[in-house]
């Protein structure tokens, strides 16, 4: 159905478009557009009925709650990398929202739809599942929580129900002596999607790795965590030869495909490459240092 | 209404200050609305998906792409558009930067690039280079390589208080508009939204059509059942291949085989089947969903060379085995030559099959006047007469009845360089439903037509003597050609035909074939034939030169073509600087101290090319005439009729000389060049030339844009034009001093006395006093190629030329061995075009040169599946270099003089792009240490190449 016939709906706020949710359950949630309307125009996605998100103020702020930071569905791209909110806080998540696309797609696209979206490639997930984000997910009745690492369930799909709008992503504080870090590679300087991205976390204690989380991006159906990879760093003792072992052992837990953008064999040498990478930066912004990507 | 209602409803939109108030359907993107119904035509609609940011509006002012957005989102915002950024009349000094600095082209990019940096000066008034490149990196321009819109930006403040654009300093003194960087004369249009390309118009009562496009690659159409898309409200008529003209149409005489629409056979994925032509383009669109077509799949061929084998399926039948062109060249003595030669070395390469990718999609209007005898076609082409000439055959109605407007076309590349099914189908439908039918491609439809780069797989053998000089090359050059001929045959030839021009080759031997397969055509891009050769030539020539350790720059040099040179194949080369362009680019890029003392990751390399300065015969024979009362023509080595005419038209109070001529500008800067080519004749200035080109009832024949033609050629009617004008001044004028016309010059608005500078008179009063003793002052030009240009061989057409242009470029980057990644950092090049009419122009042309070329080095690919569909048909997953991806380019003219070129000028748009793909390629082998033989050079190539190199001397 071509992107003229659709209806569009405009809740004004939160309980509204709730309520329109509820009573349309095909309907497609807009935020930003920049997926969806793409995906409609090229006849990927059949929508007779789109509510949008763009008139509701609740969604759109960035603020500090309950030791966690609080993300609405409708921030953008460009309010992430000019948060100082998150500059400070996790800097690796404006980092990865610097690198989507343009600059006119960064102020349409939203965090909320960047992640609803669900497409392997996409460049935030990474990030906030290393950071130990969740999301809300609400409906009239009720409201739960989800961990963004069981968020996604295959490319383009999540366990959001029809009636549940994704409403606020919540990022906990970082605790000391922290770094996490985003690592992407892709084939042209901007506007390109991940061939392979890669996000890192380390927490430090005592010299040692207290902690660590490596998310895998555009190299499996969801994000992918390298468990083992994660499990193997931690209680070590930060080194080069142990984040090169542990880059070797990530590339085995990516589940890549092959593609335009590159082939199996390709994208596991950049997981490699770029977990080393990631790892490196990781543990120079954990030892409080607060490089911004490069 | 007998369309679906929908759900219209009345939107209340803030543009550029003014509220509207508009009916809308919910889903309307604000692009549409903005262009169908409000007429603010200056937001482009480039890819419809969110790539280009040619459809970048301000919305409360922040940049966006108004073609992801719902109007209907849009209420209670600010919307900025380019019409809007003009304050009191003036123009915004961003906009006065771009004319000023050249960052104008085709214009299809500059309204959106506009904005974008609108926004970012707003919040951030003296900007960093990468800030502007950031800022602008959702701004596709395919033209320009971006230095000099970065440059405009950087520059902006400069234009805060000027009020009038500046011109740079005199290059040559002895010239006043010849020679001198003068802003564009169509850039004051381009940067305010006023220039009006093909899609942009609008008119009463017109039909809207779509293509219905083959799914499949290779089949018979058994039925068409189009009753329910006829019976569809809003749909006016459907067309399948029983309703349009038997008649086959095409590029070369000699293999016209496409229809209008398909007549029993689909060769490719997008062949085109049926059309619909409807009250707008979305029903047009719903209606083509009702088509039931029913195929009978053929087996289908994708490679040229299992096209070859025995019993590959076969796609026309008058190509048997599928070859489409068979082209074998011998010069000298090849045996002896290789005999001769102490070091011989062969290598094989692959080119990439790149599409032109134009910012602006084709399209075409088609009315007709006069109670129907007359058809009016508005068309996005590089060469308005080939469409005239081929719309003429197609209807086979003379070419008389037919006026042909171009209007500015956003980039073409040779994309542009053929009749469309667009220009056929609108000129049928608008005929049979008796209103206005407009066609525009989306971009998929775009790639489906393609008329891209033909993929070549080459093999090339040079043998040296042991100080480098070449004894022999041979080649053998297989082309992927598509499902039809286009612009084939010529690309054939054109692939050996080059590669002599450039260097003393004894003896020389081509062996070329171009082959069908079931794709879309290929057809003439940039240099037509020739980059990937050179390309191939060129890196084996480098190859060579460092196994004999011989500097690369040393071992051009010692072959490099000298003036006055008849060359192995008979092609004759008149100006040549090429040795100067060389040294020239050796020295400014610090060559010496750079090539083999990189470090690891960091390379430097050379490439070299030129190309014609306008091809010496037209693609048809005989005279302009519809081709069905046309006898057979044998080919005469000479113009039968003038490739480039000229009007000058004086106005009767002398205060403007209006220039007429079918040249099509198409973002290169004909209009320009040609305007101060007149300028220059005629003794005044360059503001008093304005130029029409644009409408073929108005201007005369010109060939268009295409082989590089258009300064030489056109440049040489206009003077001429111009000097007939002046002379007649002249001769009135020296009435008044009872003088010898001779002894009269005219200069800087004035007509005086050689030697008595006393006697003098303004230009526009003696044009005046003309006027009131003879009638209107206009003067005629044309121009014809020398007759007998070329061999006696077949073939030997191709590649002949007035003049040859020639160039070298140095790239340096960087490669990150880890990933091989590679980052193309500096471009140096030096051109030699003759004298460069607007300097500023051809700098413009060569940057864009070098980011379309290292696009296609390192980037640019059309992909297929295993059913021949396209991969990646969108500017998404087709990879066009970005403002953040370009380098820092300097571009260097050396001095030359063509003799046969107005005022000594040849071409510089094509030659640009042939240096190119060898200096990027030679500069990633020398910094990682492999050399890739096969375009493009991906990351992901680069590191297999060096763990293979690992792998092997570990072993």
Redesign the interface.
């Known amino acids: 159905m ?7 709906h ?1 809740p004004k706020n939160l309980a509204e478009a709730l309520e329109v949710l509820g009573e349309l359950k095909e309907a497609r949630i807009v935020a930003g ?2 997926d969806l ?2 995906d409609i ?2 006849g990927l996605i059949e929508a007779r009925d ?1 509510i ?1 998100l ?1 008139k509701i103020e609740e969604l759109k702020g960035i603020e500090k709650k309950d030791k966690k930071i609080r993300i609405g569905a409708m921030v953008t791209a ?1 309010d992430i990398i000019s948060s100082s909110i998150i500059s400070q806080n996790i800097t690796a998540l404006a980092d990865a929202a610097q690198s989507v ?5 960064r ?2 696209a939203t965090i909320g739809g960047n992640l609803s979206s669900a497409v392997p490639s996409a460049d935030l997930p990474p990030v906030l599942i290393t950071a130990e984000a969740t999301v809300e997910l609400r409906c009239t009745e009720s409201s739960r929580e989800v961990s963004l690492s069981e968020f996604f369930r295959g490319p383009r799909e999540t366990v959001c129900k029809t009636e549940e709008l994704l409403t606020f992503i919540f990022v906990p504080f970082p605790p000391p002596n922290t770094g996490i870090s985003y690592q992407k ?1 892709a ?7 991940a061939v392979a991205s890669v996000a890192s976390r380390l927490t430090l204690k005592d010299g040692k790795i207290d902690r660590a989380a490596i998310v895998l991006g555009a190299v499996g159906p969801t994000p992918v965590e390298a468990l083992k990879t994660s499990e193997f760093l931690s209680g070590k003792e930060p080194s080069y030869s142990l984040f090169k072992e542990a880059s070797l052992m990530a590339k085995e837990e990516g589940k890549p495909i092959s593609d ?1 953008r ?2 199996v ?2 994208r596991k ?2 997981i490699q ?1 770029l977990t080393v990478r990631a790892l490196n930066l990781a543990l120079f912004r954990a030892q409080g240092k607060s490089k911004r990507m490069e | 209404m007998e369309k679906d209602k929908g759900n219209y409803r009345i939107a209340v939109l803030k543009v550029n200050g003014e509220e509207h108030s508009v009916a809308v359907k919910d889903g309307e993107t604000l692009l549409d609305v903005l262009r169908d119904k409000l007429g603010l035509t200056g937001t482009k609609k480039g890819c419809n998906l969110g790539v280009c940011g040619a459809c970048t509006v301000l919305v409360d002012g922040e940049p966006k792409n108004s073609c992801l957005l719902l109007a209907s989102s849009c209420e209670g915002a600010e919307i900025t558009t380019i019409e809007g950024i003009e304050q009191e009349g003036k123009l915004h000094p961003l906009q006065r930067a771009f004319i000023d600095q050249g960052a104008v082209q085709c214009g299809f990019c500059t309204p959106g690039a506009i904005l974008s940096a609108v926004a970012l000066i707003k919040c951030n008034p003296d900007p960093s280079e990468q800030e502007i490149k950031e800022a602008l990196s959702g701004n596709l321009c395919r033209c320009t390589g971006y230095t000099r819109i970065i440059e405009a930006v950087k520059e902006w403040k400069k234009y805060i208080k000027t009020k009038e654009t500046q011109s740079l300093p005199d290059d040559l003194s002895e010239y006043h508009s010849v020679g001198k960087s003068l802003p564009r004369v169509d850039a004051a249009a381009k940067v305010t939204g006023q220039a009006k390309f093909t899609a942009d118009y609008y008119f009463k009562n017109m039909l809207y059509g779509k293509i219905l496009h083959s799914p499949i690659p290779h089949g018979r159409i058994k039925k068409i059942d189009t009753r329910k898309a006829e019976a569809l409200p809003g749909v006016r008529l459907v067309l399948t291949g029983k309703n349009v003209p038997e008649i086959t149409y095409g590029v070369s005489p000699a293999r016209y085989d496409e229809h209008v629409l398909a007549k029993e056979r689909v060769r490719q994925v997008g062949d085109e089947v049926a059309a619909v032509i409807a009250v707008d383009e979305e029903t047009a669109e719903k209606a083509l969903g009702l088509i039931n077509v029913e195929y009978e799949e053929l087996p289908a061929v994708f490679n040229p060379m299992e096209a070859l084998k025995k019993g590959a399926p076969q796609l026309h039948e008058r190509y048997r085995n599928n070859i489409n062109t068979h082209v074998n060249h011998h010069f000298g003595d090849i045996e002896k030559g290789f005999k001769e030669a102490d070091y011989i070395r062969e290598e094989e390469f692959v080119g990439s099959h790149v599409y032109q990718n134009p910012l602006e999609p084709h399209a075409s209007i088609a009315y007709w006047e006069n109670g129907g005898s007359n058809l009016v076609l508005y068309s996005s082409t590089q060469v308005p007469h080939y469409v005239h000439y081929m719309v003429a055959r197609v209807l086979d109605i003379p070419l008389g009845k037919i006026r042909i407007i171009r209007p500015p076309v956003g980039g073409g590349f040779g994309g542009k360089a053929g009749t469309t099914p667009l220009d056929l189908i609108t000129s049928i439908a608008s005929k049979m439903t008796g209103r206005p039918v407009k066609m525009v491609y989306s971009r998929e439809e775009m790639f489906l037509y393609g008329r891209g780069r033909h993929k070549q797989y080459m093999k090339f053998k040079i043998g040296v003597k042991k100080d480098g000089r070449i004894t022999a090359v041979q080649s053998k050059i297989y082309l992927d050609g598509g499902a039809y001929t286009s612009f084939g045959i010529i690309t054939a030839y054109y692939a050996g035909a080059m590669i002599p021009t450039l260097y003393h080759i004894p003896n020389y031997r081509y062996e070329g074939f171009r082959i069908m397969t079931n794709k879309p055509a290929c057809g003439a891009m940039r240099g037509n034939g020739t980059p990937q050769p050179r390309f191939a030539f060129e890196s084996l020539l480098n190859m060579i030169a460092d196994d004999l350790e011989i500097d690369p720059i040393e071992i051009r040099l010692r072959n490099a073509m000298d003036p006055d040179t008849r060359t192995c194949n008979d092609l004759d080369v008149r100006s040549c600087e090429f040795k100067a362009t060389l040294k020239e680019v050796a020295k400014k890029s610090g060559w010496t101290e750079k090539y083999g003392k990189l470090p690891p990751g960091k390379g430097i390399g050379i490439g070299c090319g030129g190309f014609v300065s306008g091809a010496g015969y037209a693609i048809y024979r005989g005279q302009v005439q519809r081709s069905s009362e046309k006898k057979p023509e044998t080919f005469l080595k000479k113009s039968v009729f003038p490739h480039a005419n000229a009007i000058v038209k004086i106005s009767e109070d002398g205060e403007a000389a209006v220039l007429l001529i079918q040249a099509a500008e198409i973002g290169q800067g004909a209009l320009t060049v040609l305007s101060q080519m007149c300028a220059e004749a005629l003794g005044i200035s360059l503001h008093k030339v304005r130029i029409r080109a644009e409408d073929s009832d108005i201007s005369p024949l010109d060939l268009g844009a295409y082989s590089s033609r258009t300064t030489l050629m056109g440049g040489n009617a206009v003077v001429q034009a111009s000097r007939d004008v002046l002379k007649k001044l002249l001769v009135a004028a020296s009435k008044i001093w009872n003088c010898d016309h001779k002894e009269l010059e005219a200069r800087d608005d004035q007509v005086f006395h050689k030697k008595d500078k006393s006697k003098r008179i303004g230009w526009s009063e003696a044009a005046r006093k003309y006027f009131n003793e003879h009638g209107p002052l206009v003067g005629t030009g044309w121009y014809k190629p020398p007759e007998g240009l070329g061999g006696d061989y077949k073939g030997a057409a191709v590649g002949t030329s007035p003049a040859y242009s020639f160039g070298s470029s140095v790239c340096e980057c960087s490669v990150d061995l880890e990933t091989g990644k590679v980052r193309i950092e500096k471009f140096t090049d030096y051109h030699d075009c003759g004298t460069p009419v607007n300097p500023q122009a051809v700098h413009g042309q060569v940057e864009g040169a070098v980011v379309m070329g290292t696009g296609e080095t390192i980037m640019e690919e059309v992909m297929y599946d295993e059913k021949g569909k396209i991969l990646n048909p969108n500017l998404h997953d087709y990879l066009l270099m970005t403002a953040k991806d370009s380098p820092e380019i300097f571009s260097g003219i050396v001095k030359s003089y063509e003799p046969e070129g107005p005022y000594g000028a040849k071409e510089v748009g094509e030659g640009a792009t042939l240096p190119v793909l060898a200096a990027v390629a030679h500069a990633i082998a020398n910094a990682t240490g492999v050399w890739i033989k096969e375009l493009p050079i991906t990351p992901e190539k680069i590191l297999k190449a060096l763990k293979k190199k690992k792998s092997s001397s570990s072993s």
């Open positions: 071509a992107l003229s016939e659709i209806r569009f405009t557009g920049t309307y793409v125009k090229q789109i949008s763009h460009q696309a343009s600059y006119q797609i102020s349409m590679f084939l042209r300087e901007a506007n390109a999607l335009i590159g082939s064999w390709y040498e950049l490459i």
